[in-house]
């Protein structure tokens, strides 16, 4: 496996590779077992594997957790090499950004798309997204790329984007990573230190599969289901950490809200526990299914 830091190595190797298949995987780094999924699809499509590690200042808030992210290079660059990754692209933001961030053009995505859900509570997040996945599409210059379906708000955006703009890439989603108790894997995870803490994350799946339950009982009217989902699953008496942000339906081609559900809806829900923000969604249709007990992803001695 290569680790290269700067565009001309990424170039020069992407270079030598215009033979071969190459499948992208972008991340912010403190791989877990979801990331891992994402690069064993990357690797049944394409001959060779890219994975990109930069934890982005354009998507964060002002009071986001941008300085806090996790950030364990030696540990995901062992996971990419015993995972079978070919090359791992490893810039600072001097290197993307060398005249900073005051000059840089930005990709803007439709409002239609951004102004819900999640684009509510985080300004701008989505227009820091497009701009440096389109800039690492550019400099990768992949015959496909790999996005998880547990971020869909941001796979539809980058869907949107790439078809816009005749990017020639193909978009591939990968489903949902699960750990064995129904909570959607993320980097966020490891911040619910506590039992409390974790039980209260698992009401975003319970949230989900509520919604699932009343919709296969006859419920077709969203507001009167997602509202019944929510009486049945939360009690603040119980969970006073728990801050539900959003449970919604929409259309999972258009993303758009729906007012009456069928079996192509996709429920999206997003919460905070205390300081942590998780988000999860799934089809109507289909069952949310567990994970096995994750590994523990440690160095080896």
Known sequence: MKVVETISDLRSIRKFWQTESVAFVPTMGALHSGHLSLINRAKSIATKVVVSIYVNPLQFGPHE?????????????????ENGVDLVFYPDTQELHPEGFGAITHVIPPPHLTNQLCGLSRPGHFTGVATIVLKLFNLVTPDYAVFGEKDAQQLAIIQHMVQDLDIPVIIVPAPTAREFDGLAMSSRNRYLPSDCDRQQARLLSRLLMAVQELYRQGMETTDETLTLAKERVLDESLYPDFQLEYLAAVNDKTFQPVAILEDDSRILVAARIGNVRLIDNTLISEPIR????APQLTLAN
């Open 65 to 81: 957790d941008f300085t806090a992210y996790p950030r364990t290079k030696e540990q995901d660059l062992q996971l990419c090499e």
């Open 290 to 293: 567990l994970g096995a007990p």
